[in-house]
């Protein structure tokens, strides 16, 4: 039987280790791919989706965050904010292939919201860089290519 409780769940934990949440998708999925009982593809997919759909969530906040620069509250200081900015400037949307680092990663998709990237080629790349990490993680437990 198909238990998509089970898939969701991993779309739910990826989701949320996109955010700033500190959550751990991979150890999630290593666990489900060695109880054998889900679909070595289904995994992927439900844990690639979910991680992309928070750094999208991470994008739209960048987007409309910046209004409250001068907000007191606001927790980045303007300097830091144009620091990342530059940064970003400098070495453009390529940074985002870094997405799928943990610490540095969720941050920088979240920059690229406040740097208006483009939403499809951000798409593009944060879906390229999120499923080659969960790729790489699913062969080295599978064993694949040893």
């Not at 054998?36 to 593809?41: G, I, K, N, P, W």
């Amino acid at each position: 039987m198909f238990d998509l409780t089970g898939y969701l769940g991993l779309f739910a934990v990826a989701f949320g280790a996109a955010t700033l949440l500190p959550l751990q998708s991979e150890a999630v999925l290593v666990g489900m791919l060695l109880s054998e009982r889900y679909a070595t593809l289904g995994l992927l997919l439900s844990a690639t989706v979910g991680n992309v759909a928070g750094s999208i969530l991470n994008w739209f906040l960048g987007r409309s965050i910046e209004r409250f620069r001068d907000r007191r509250w606001f927790p980045v200081k303007e300097r830091q904010l144009i620091k990342a900015q530059a940064l970003y400037h400098r070495y453009g949307q390529w940074t985002l292939l870094l997405s799928w680092l943990p610490i540095i990663g969720d941050p920088i998709t979240l920059v690229a919201g406040v740097m208006k990237a483009p939403f499809w080629s951000f798409l593009v790349i944060v879906t390229l860089a999120k499923a080659s990490r969960y790729l790489v993680v699913t062969s080295i437990t599978l064993g694949w290519g040893a």
